[in-house]
């Protein structure tokens, strides 16, 4: 089979010829349609998440078709088509495990990180951590739910019933957000990199209230904020932009170092957390959810040859929405 491997952080992927993977007892054979491109991945690509597998095939927003099964598998059939998230596999063990959180498992493994992902024409994954996937969505629009969607929409519920949202970068999670909000009668602030016209009205199209730069205050203050970008400087930024009481979420799995703030613009019982992960539970709501509204992903395909490429357009924004790999 084709796959781009990553043989070490700081370089380019290498298009190889490996062998077709073989589940074991608890896994699926994935025949690979699809794979989403994450700036996750750029972390792992880029050296700023330190741990990978090395080689490494990255990609864990992954559509394909079951081609065969292990014998413990009672779930799925030869032939269904299934979506592979970022959480590969847990413990079920641990104190995180066993109280309903397993985002935080001590043993966790990751899809595209600890495991081979999706930038190849085949992969397994452990069954238990695979979603059946609605067949009104295409498979390039389905790919990008699994970890835009899934992650982000834990940042979302973690806002609570905030109706004024302000979202700090605009790429492929918060496009997909904004259309959960708007379907559900919230407002969404908008905010991009300095000047980034383009997207503001890729924003606005979308429904936005307002968009705007992110060293800019909104209009009107906020309840909530999610920080999709990976820019420290931008939490005092949204501290500042959120009402009293108000919180901000940091929804990526890595960001910059955020730089000192005063304590009085965390104050007045501001929050500020963070999100890890995701759990199986919040891929079947969103999964469930997303057709009803329905949530459309706007996709920039790529060839499985080109994944080089298509980092580069994420890591230089060359694009608004999704990057997906087509795997043909």
């Known amino acids: 089979m084709r796959a781009m491997i990553l043989e070490a952080p700081r370089q380019p992927l290498r298009l190889v010829d490996l062998p077709v993977p073989k589940p074991n007892s608890e896994q699926v054979l994935i025949r690979v349609h699809a794979c989403a491109v994450c700036r996750t991945d750029l972390h792992i690509v880029d050296g700023e998440l330190t741990h990978p597998k090395l080689p490494l095939i990255p990609g864990h927003q992954i559509v394909g078709t079951i081609e065969a099964i292990?014998?413990?598998?009672?779930?799925?059939?030869?032939?269904?088509?299934?979506?592979?998230?970022?959480?590969?596999?847990?413990?079920?063990?641990?104190?995180?495990?066993?109280?309903?959180?397993?985002?935080?498992?001590?043993?966790?493994?990751?899809?595209?990180?600890?495991?081979?992902?999706?930038?190849?024409?085949?992969?397994?994954?452990?069954?238990?951590?695979?979603?059946?996937?609605?067949?009104?969505?295409?498979?390039?629009?389905?790919?990008?739910?699994?970890?835009?969607?899934?992650?982000?929409?834990?940042?979302?519920?973690?806002?609570?019933?905030?109706?004024?949202?302000?979202?700090?970068?605009?790429?492929?999670?918060?496009?997909?957000?904004?259309?959960?909000?708007?379907y559900q009668g919230r407002q969404v602030f908008a905010f991009t990199r300095s000047g980034d016209i383009k997207g503001q009205k890729f924003a606005r199209q979308l429904g936005a209230t307002w968009a705007g730069d992110s060293d800019v205050l909104p209009p009107e203050p906020l309840d909530a904020a999610i920080i999709f970008a990976p820019l420290g400087k931008l939490v005092p930024a949204a501290l500042r932009a959120v009402a009293k009481g108000g919180v901000v979420v940091c929804a990526g799995i890595h960001m910059s170092d955020i730089p000192s703030f005063p304590y009085e613009i965390l104050w007045e019982e501001r929050m500020l957390r963070s999100v890890a992960n995701l759990t199986r539970q919040d891929g079947e709501e969103f999964l469930a959810l997303a057709p009803k509204i329905p949530i459309l992903t706007e996709v920039n395909s790529f060839l499985l040859s080109e994944a080089n490429q298509a980092l580069d357009a994420l890591r230089s924004g060359k694009f608004e929405g999704s990057a997906v790999l087509v795997i043909d």
């Open 70 to 182: 292990g014998e413990q598998v009672d779930k799925f059939t030869i032939g269904q088509r299934v979506g592979v998230p970022w959480l590969g596999h847990t413990c079920d063990r641990c104190r995180y495990c066993l109280s309903g959180r397993e985002n935080l498992c001590d043993y966790a493994e990751f899809t595209g990180y600890n495991l081979d992902g999706g930038y190849a024409e085949y992969t397994v994954a452990d069954y238990r951590f695979c979603f059946p996937l609605d067949p009104s969505y295409p498979d390039l629009q389905a790919a990008p739910l699994l970890c835009g969607g899934l992650i982000g929409y834990r940042a979302y519920r973690m806002t609570g019933n905030a109706e004024k949202m302000g979202f700090y970068g605009f790429g492929s999670a918060a496009h997909i957000l904004i259309q959960l909000a708007r």
